[in-house]
Nanobody
Framework: EVRLVESGGGMVQPGGSLRLSCAAS????????MNWVRQAPGKGPEWVSR????????DYVDSVKGRFTISRDNARNTLYLQMNSLKPEDTALYYC??????????RGRGTQVTVSS
């Protein structure tokens, strides 16, 4: 059974940092591109970042470039998202998905990130 379990969300003040994790199981993690996607209240899903099989290639939506860093540890079957200089507009439910592009076949339940003073 494929499982993706996110953690690390929380409430933080503007300018703060969080590190999200996504623990993967039930499939060969290193065989898949992985992504972070977010969904703000009342809005549709927004792709945030993608990482290649061994982590050598990363891509980001323009709004997070220079602030967020995606990484992976294939030995631990874990995906990460380091988020710095957080802004209120980063508030959303963040979840991980596997695959090159949407539509994705599996996603986790997500972890809530709230940026507020």
């Amino acid at each position: 059974e494929v499982r993706l379990v996110e953690s690390g969300g929380g409430m933080v003040q503007p300018g703060g940092s969080l590190r999200l994790s996504c623990a993967a199981s039930g499939f060969t993690f290193s065989d898949y591109y992985m992504n972070w996607v977010r969904q703000a209240p009342g809005k549709g899903p927004e792709w945030v970042s993608r990482i290649s099989l061994r982590g050598g290639q990363t891509d980001y939506v323009d709004s997070v470039k220079g602030r967020f860093t995606i990484s992976r540890d294939n030995a631990r079957n874990t995906l990460y998202l380091q988020m710095n200089s957080l802004k209120p507009e980063d508030t959303a439910l963040y979840y991980c998905t596997r695959g090159w592009t949407a539509p994705y076949d599996y996603r986790g339940r997500g972890t809530q990130v709230t940026v507020s003073s």
